[in-house]
């Protein structure tokens, strides 16, 4: 089974960029990526999707346009660009895999793997 671990967290103003990655083992190409939030008090929010091969992203409401999402499978990462930050985007954020691809791409439920997660706070 695949391990993935986030990083690249930290503390940022507002309009700020920051860059996290989610660092798999290296089968991590068999495995579609997502990454989902969590607000303090709040249910986890889906951020994105990413297939196997990258070809294919799906950004939820409140993040397209600010949040790109890629992959490197050759160093078994994958990486969550985010521009114009918000103190709304501040959270833990998670990086969860499945294998294959996933049909309800924005559920949690159909990713058994899943980071401990790294903190992102957005200051005003």
């Known amino acids: 089974q695949v391990q993935v671990a986030e990083s690249g967290g930290g503390l940022v103003q507002t309009g700020d960029s920051l860059r996290l990655s989610c660092t798999g083992s290296l089968d991590i190409f068999n495995y579609a990526v997502a990454w989902f939030r969590q607000a303090p008090g709040q249910e986890r929010e889906y951020v994105c999707y990413?297939?196997?091969?990258?070809?294919?992203?799906y950004y939820g409401e409140s993040v397209k346009g600010r949040f790109t999402v890629s992959r490197d499978n050759s160093k078994s990462t994958v990486y969550l660009q985010m521009n114009s930050l918000k103190p709304d985007d501040t959270a833990v954020y998670y990086c969860a895999a499945t294998f294959g691809y996933s049909r309800s791409f924005d559920s949690p439920s159909e990713y058994p793997y899943w980071g401990q997660g790294t903190q992102v706070t957005v200051s005003s």
């Open positions: 990413i297939s196997r091969s990258g070809v294919d992203q």
